[in-house]
Nanobody, 120 residues
């Protein structure tokens, strides 16, 4: 059974930094795109950043220049380094990885979500 486990997050003052990490475990035979989403109260889930197997990255305009996504395929891990944090970055952050598991074909797997709270 494939699981994505997130770590990091927490409480930080505006202007501070936080790092999130997300590791996949289980019988995995392939890995494709990895990404981070976030969901603030009263809003829908928003795409924050993506990274392809080749290392190409894309960011939401709201986080460009402040967030950096990276991946380590050997560890099946995707990370999100967040700096210059703003109160509007407050949300639950979810990682997702497009994986091929032994029991199924390619599909998206999601982490459990981790809270990031930025105070003004």
């Amino acid at each position: 059974q494939v699981q994505l486990t997130e770590s990091g997050g927490g409480f930080v003052q505006a202007g501070g930094s936080l790092a999130l990490s997300c590791a996949a475990s289980g019988s995995i035979f392939g890995v494709d795109v990895m990404a981070w989403f976030r969901e603030a109260p009263g809003t829908g889930r928003e795409l924050v950043a993506t990274i392809t197997p080749g290392g190409q990255t894309k960011y939401a305009d709201s986080v460009k220049g402040r967030f950096t996504i990276s991946r380590d395929d050997a560890k099946l891990t995707v990370s999100l380094q967040m700096s210059s944090l703003k109160p509007e970055d407050t949300a639950v952050y979810y990682c997702t990885q497009h994986l091929r598991a032994s029991t199924s074909g390619w599909r998206d797997y999601w982490g459990q979500g981790t809270q990031v709270t930025v105070s003004s």
